[in-house]
């Protein structure tokens, strides 16, 4: 038995939080007309339930099969048909994806090329490529309903689409903002940098009222994206400053030839002073602040980017 003493976080906001789950460990809510999301209360899905199917957007293992039980109790009630016919991806990532399995061999799976080549790529049997695939805009139309897909660039992942349902008033972006909560490790785990943070600037340019980003237990409104982007700005700004003042020169002078220890040091000691601000600003503010280890990390990926994508602190020898 382990006798580690686990930390103790503030509360989260009542605000970060949605509705209560069922029995089953879901809920599935109306977006607006008939577009619907579930969520277990950590990840998201969403389905257009229209006269000729069932448009199913992303398919998290952990809802598994509750997406099923959730897409027949909507189909029940709306009285359309339970069939999935269409499967779109947001990304290949299998945390929003590993239950595509699930559905029939019949369905259509939808996403973008980069899409398929990643999901032919990693060859896993709960992550069939898609079919149908695109390169910059693709307009999903089934019984009636349409769902706009675009590309803007690599952000979260190097396929990581926006899908607009301009008829719904709804936008699903996934794994950029989480509302009301701060990013998971190392920036919610991306890779383009300056793509994730252009992202919710391009997210707010379309028109909507409502944000599925695919994490945590609700939908998301415009202020959870300016509060997100704030969040982020704030990080930003501390690390220029803390790129600034910190002198390194203490770190290099002490540990000498071991030249990794030196850079460990300062590059420590540059996050450590950018986000301690950031974590105490936004404590009690966003859920999930004072979880040091995901406002440092993430700091830690904007300060690397600065660094290497921008040039920031970037010496040429004399
Ligand atoms: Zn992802």
Not at 125 to 137: E, H, I, K, L, Y
Not at 219 to 248: C, F, K, M, W
Not at 257 to 279: H, K, Q
């Amino acid at each position: 038995m382990t006798s580690a003493v686990l930390p103790d976080y503030v509360p989260v906001p009542d605000a970060s939080l949605g509705p209560a789950l069922n029995e089953n460990g879901y809920y599935v809510g109306r977006v607006e007309r008939n577009l619907f999301w579930v969520t277990d209360g950590t990840y998201q899905s969403a389905f257009l339930a229209t006269r000729d199917g069932v448009v199913l957007f992303d398919a998290p293992p952990t809802i598994g099969h509750n997406l099923r039980r959730a897409v027949d109790e909507v189909a029940a009630r709306e009285g359309v048909t339970n069939t999935v016919t269409h499967l779109v991806y947001s990304h290949h990532h299998a945390d929003h994806a590993g239950a595509a399995g699930l559905f029939d061999d019949g369905v259509v799976r939808v996403g973008h090329a980069e899409t398929r080549r990643l999901l032919l790529r990693d060859d896993d049997p709960n992550r069939p490529a898609p079919q149908v695939t695109f390169g910059d805009t693709y307009t999903l139309r089934v019984g009636g309903e349409r769902a706009e897909l675009a590309f803007h660039g690599p952000n979260h992942s190097p396929d990581n689409i926006y899908v607009h349902f301009p008829d719904h008033d709804a936008l699903m972006l996934v794994d950029v903002v989480n509302a009301g909560w701060v990013p998971i490790y190392n920036l919610n785990l991306s890779e383009d940098v300056p793509g994730y943070l252009a992202a919710p600037e391009r997210a707010t340019a379309y028109p909507w009222k409502h944000f599925i980003g695919g994490h945590l237990g609700r939908l998301g409104t415009r202020d959870d994206l300016v509060l997100h982007q704030q969040y982020i700005e704030d990080i930003v700004d501390n690390a220029r400053a803390a790129l600034a003042s910190v002198d390194p020169t203490p770190y290099f002078r002490k540990y000498g030839a071991n030249a990794w220890a030196g850079v460990a040091g300062y590059l420590d000691a540059v996050t450590e002073r950018a986000a301690a601000p950031v974590i105490a600003k936004y404590t009690g503010v966003l859920a999930a602040a004072d979880v040091a280890a995901f406002t440092t990390s993430t700091t830690f990926t904007i300060l690397q980017s600065m660094r290497l994508d921008l040039g920031a602190g970037s010496q040429i020898h004399p």
